[in-house]
């Protein structure tokens, strides 16, 4: 298997990990408000990452990854999560997949402007297609105006694909389950006093369902899901692999289907089935005009490439089978 078959596999898997982040979101605010939601879910991941930090004896990222990481915090740690679960509560579910079909596109854009990549014309095509099929699904389902969840939308698009495209770029050379671990951890002093402070009902009052999408979203949203996301857009190319969230919304939606009881048209199937050749699409033509992938560029230490180096630290053997020497990287 080729790095990017690999990538693209790690980023499937990714995005079907994050499809159940709305269903559970949808079950968890039944019990706690949005603000302690996305303070708790960050908190509860940031901590698990601070011990399998310190369990793989992890290096401290250098200064210069600092700032990078910090925007890869605010970006999917605190303004994504925080600015959807305020928007949902002015939006519909189907307006809000009205800005999550534009996220594939901003985060090619932003793997454009970050992770130096150039997708040829027809990746575009595909790209913008795509985006076209879950915006126009999404509103033929009869749509309410609210000016403040549309902006609060457009701001979580612009913050998560920023957010994304970042650690991307970053996981060349730390690795991807590094990459989203100090995000978290970065994150924990703003997250832990949020989850604290921030009025919400008693805890007890809360049912074992809402416990349940709270202890999914911390878990599998925040952390086990960014593990196998930016491997694969290291691996794939950011623009390309990215092109897989066009599935989300309808992945999301089967899933509810599944557990909550949602009902799936057949519109809704016929759409996925064109989704699903947009990105066949972008995947065909998703190499970047230089011939490269987006993935590979040297890293000024003898000639290794990035590529060498991912291919070392994103992967959990081989940082548990090296820790025990030296401290990784």
């Not at 879910?41 to 601070?50: N, Q």
């Not at 990222?61 to 970006?75: K, Y």
């Not at 495209?165 to 730390?174: D, F, I, K, N, Y």
């Amino acid at each position: 298997m080729n790095r990017s078959t690999g990538g693209w596999i790690s980023g499937f898997i990714g995005v079907a990990i994050f499809s159940g982040s709305l269903p559970a979101t949808r079950v968890a605010v039944a019990g706690f408000s949005p603000l302690f939601l996305t303070g708790a879910r960050a908190s509860i991941a940031g901590l698990i990452a601070l011990a399998l930090l310190a369990l793989m004896r992890q290096k401290r990222p250098a200064r210069a990854d600092i700032l990078p990481l910090i925007v890869v915090s605010l970006g999917v740690v605190v303004g994504f999560p925080l600015l959807t679960a305020l928007a949902l509560q002015r939006v519909t579910s189907a307006h809000s997949i009205v800005f999550i079909g534009l996220l594939p596109v901003a985060t090619a854009i932003f793997g454009v402007l970050r992770g130096g990549e150039r997708p040829p014309m027809a990746f575009w095509v595909f790209s913008l297609l795509g985006s076209a099929l879950v915006v126009g699904h999404a509103l033929g389902q009869g749509l309410a105006a609210s000016p403040a969840g549309d902006l609060m939308m457009l701001g979580a698009v612009l913050v998560c694909g920023l957010g994304y495209a970042e650690g991307a770029v970053l996981s060349r050379r730390l690795g991807g389950w590094q990459v989203i671990s100090w995000a978290l951890v970065i994150a924990l002093p703003l997250m832990v006093p949020l989850t604290l402070l921030v009025p919400t009902p008693p805890l007890a009052q809360a049912s074992p369902p809402a416990w349940t999408g709270l202890a999914y979203v911390s878990l599998f949203s925040m952390l086990i899901g960014f593990m196998f996301w930016y491997r694969g857009l290291a691996r794939g190319g950011i623009a390309a692999v990215g092109q897989l969230q066009l599935l989300q919304p309808f992945l999301g939606l089967g899933i509810a289907a599944l557990l909550l009881g949602e009902s799936v048209s057949a519109a809704m199937l016929a759409v996925t089935l064109g989704v699903v050749a947009c990105v066949a699409g972008a995947r065909r033509f998703s190499a970047p005009a230089g011939g490269g992938t987006g993935a590979v560029g040297t890293d000024g230490a003898g000639g290794r490439t990035r590529t060498d180096i991912s291919v070392r630290t994103a992967d959990f053997e081989s940082a548990a089978s090296t820790s025990s020497a030296t401290p990784a990287r």
